[in-house]
């Protein structure tokens, strides 16, 4: 079976084909009409939306500013404050500081003062020790030396004289080591049982302290020729105060003096030897050997 297919076939003719066209373009150009129309409408409205919102940014921006204006002169005029107050701060810092520094320089000052006087009356009181625990000659005459050195009625020269007194004080008739017993070629001896040649010797070159000592107690009742130069020599050179305070006593005892006497000055006794010495030794007996 033959399917045959038939179709309506208009053909236009020209000139209606024209007019179709004709009225489709005027559709189209009447719809690119209205589509101008509305963007132009668009393009107003976001000119004028554009134009407001930049109004807005504007009246923003300048309402921003000056709270930012205000915050900064806010901050400028607490930073100048502060600053005021810092600069303040800092001046009466330092106005405190230098016036503790002072005050520390002043105390400071004071102690370094009372700190030289404790130092220089501990080497006093060392001093006055050695010459009356060791009898330390040296010492007695470095207090002799720093009191020539201090103005008379000065603290100082009262103070030093109070440490040469003491030691004076000390030697006044002191008998330190009692009667001593020595070994003499196997034999207990005393010094009192020497001759006198042989005190002289002991005084003048033992190496004993307590030798000497005891040699110069026991010349006191030698009134001999001798006696009292060996004694001089003693107070001159003898490094023991000891033996210097026994020399001097003996030597009075030998020659009579009685003129000024100090426990430790020998010069007053050497001036009187030396003016004296030949009639003292007219007085004096030849030394007797035993």
Partial sequence: ????????????????????????????????????????????????????????????????????????NSVNLQASKSKKRLKKMETDFNTKQDKLNLELATLKD???????????????????????????????????????????????????????????????????????TFNRKGKSVKLDDYSTSELLKELQYSRLFIVRAEAAKCLKDRKEKGVPDALINAMENDKNLYIVAKSIESYCSVTGYVGFKDVLDYKPLKKHWLENKAEIESKLTEPADN
């Fill in 1 to 72: 079976m033959k399917l045959r297919w038939s179709f309506n076939v208009r053909i236009y003719t020209v000139e209606e084909r024209e007019k179709q066209l004709s009225v489709r373009l005027s559709e189209v150009s009447s719809d690119i009409d209205s589509l101008a129309k509305a963007f132009e409408s668009n393009k107003q409205e976001l000119a004028s939306n554009f134009a407001n919102l930049s109004s807005e940014i504007d009246k923003t921006k300048d309402s921003a500013d000056k709270q930012v204006n205000q915050i900064v």
């Fill in 110 to 180: 004071k102690l370094t003062v009372q700190l030289e006087k404790l130092q220089w009356r501990d080497n006093l009181m060392r001093l006055a020790d050695e010459a009356i625990a060791n009898s330390n000659r040296a010492s007695y005459e470095m207090l002799l030396k720093i009191k020539d050195e201090e103005k008379k009625d000065s603290d100082k020269f009262k103070i030093v004289t109070s440490y040469v007194l003491q030691v004076k004080r000390f030697y006044i008739n002191i008998e330190r080591y009692g009667k001593w």
